[in-house]
């Protein structure tokens, strides 16, 4: 099979609508998740008062991503033909892709910068302190996107390589 082949096969299938609405709603668990945190801590870090912000504006994008995804427009008519709202859906969307990957290295900033923060709120030193429950998860959701990103590199290494052998 060439190259080209196998491309139009992976694209062509579409995988069931079941295991297409529950990756949906994994997707749409961190974004809720990382509203409701930054939300019951939004005064809980002086050190860093940026970081609960970003977690809910990252959250509510995050969310609005991945439900415009699930709308009509955003999928590409069958005979290639392109409407003028698929080209809309289509740029709104890269340009709400390319807002979250800025705040994504602003909150990269804020959060790894104040690494490891004073979690203790009663103690008198001159640092401020930042909630723990709050710290910790801003700082491993995004560890955990750094490690799915390679993750992800890797593997699409590894498809490449293994379907050039083919």
Not at 40 to 64: E, N, R, S, T
Not at 148 to 166: E, K, P, W
């Amino acid at each position: 099979m060439s190259d080209t082949g196998l491309i139009h096969s992976i694209h062509d299938h579409q995988p069931p609508v079941p295991i297409l609405a529950s990756s949906k709603l994994f997707l749409c668990i961190m974004p809720i998740a990382q509203i409701a945190i930054g939300a019951v801590h939004l005064d809980d870090c002086p050190q860093q008062h940026y970081i609960p912000i970003y977690l809910i504006v990252a959250g509510v994008f995050g969310l609005v991503l991945a439900l415009l995804a699930c709308l009509p427009c955003t999928q590409q008519p069958k005979d290639g033909t392109t409407n003028l709202l698929s080209r809309v859906c289509a740029t709104w969307n890269s340009l709400m892709s390319l807002f979250l990957f800025c705040w994504f290295i602003a909150g990269n900033v804020w959060i790894y910068s104040i690494y490891e923060p004073n979690y203790n709120k009663n103690t008198t030193d001159v640092d401020p302190y930042c909630d723990k429950t709050l710290y910790l998860f801003a700082f491993w959701t995004t560890s955990l996107t750094y490690i799915f990103l390679g993750l992800a590199l890797v593997c699409s290494c590894c498809f490449t390589m293994c379907c050039r052998d083919t």
